[in-house]
């Protein structure tokens, strides 16, 4: 079982925007703001997309942001496109001795 | 820009030990960062197993602490992983990846399957 827990699936058709939420604990996703997501196609490597909570590494579009509320963050993609649909993962340091965890990962389906 | 690449055998015995090394290339593994494996079992999510900063000092995953050792060749500019006493569990891909502080895991080597199995 993962540290932070994301939906398995989301879903949404192109132009849409969706979601993906991370929650974790105050040792982690609510104690730091070192949260980051990643963008994995299959058979690829993963993309960091979000670092420090909400900022964007250059490159990525600016359809992708995230927040943070409490222990929980978030993914949002506005302007879906065919492109976007991946697994995304969420991670985040932690003050336990594991240091870093992830998310199980979310699999997005652009319709 | 920094670029990893992973190597090593794609095929482990069961008790036997992974060895793995990741080579940096475009910057110096002696940079202020920590350089870390994380691994995903097929059709899994990930899992980070351990860092290593250019001094030697690391961190382990609990999880897998008492099978792990990550060590720094700077002569090479590469960090290597050994996992010892595996077994199918540890079948993975097994990803290299430098750590940003404050950012994350960026960029990532491509990864490199390891099958345990007789």
């Known amino acids: 079982q993962s540290a932070l827990t994301q939906p398995a699936s989301v879903s949404g058709s192109p132009g849409q925007s969706i979601t993906i939420s991370c929650t974790g604990t105050s040792s982690d996703v609510g104690g730091y703001n070192y949260v980051s997501w990643y963008q994995q196609h299959p058979g690829k490597a993963p993309k960091l997309m979000i670092y420090e909570v909400s900022n964007r590494p250059s490159g990525v579009p600016d359809r992708f942001s995230g927040s943070k509320s409490g222990n929980t963050a978030s993914l949002t993609i506005s302007g879906l496109q065919a492109e976007d649909e991946a697994d995304y993962y969420c991670?985040?340091?932690?003050?336990?001795?594991?240091?870093?965890?992830f998310g199980g990962g979310t699999k997005l389906t652009v319709l | 820009q920094v670029q990893l690449q992973e190597s090593g055998p794609g095929l482990v015995k069961p008790s036997g030990t992974l060895s793995l090394t990741c080579a940096v290339s475009?910057?110096?593994?002696?940079?202020?960062?920590?350089w870390s494996w994380v691994r995903q079992p097929p059709g899994k999510g990930l899992e980070w197993i351990g860092e290593i900063y250019h001094s030697g000092s690391t961190n382990y995953n609990p999880s897998l602490k008492s099978r792990v050792t990550i060590s720094v060749d700077k002569s090479k500019n590469q960090f290597s992983l050994k996992l010892s006493s595996v077994t199918a569990a540890d079948t993975a891909v097994y990803y290299c990846?430098?750590?940003?502080?404050?950012?994350?895991?960026?960029?990532w080597g491509q990864g490199t399957l390891v099958t345990v199995s007789s």
């Open positions: 991670s985040s340091y932690t003050s336990s001795s594991t240091h870093w965890v």
């Open positions: 475009g910057g110096s593994i002696s940079s202020s960062n920590w």
């Open positions: 990846a430098r750590v940003l502080v404050a950012v994350g895991f960026d960029p």
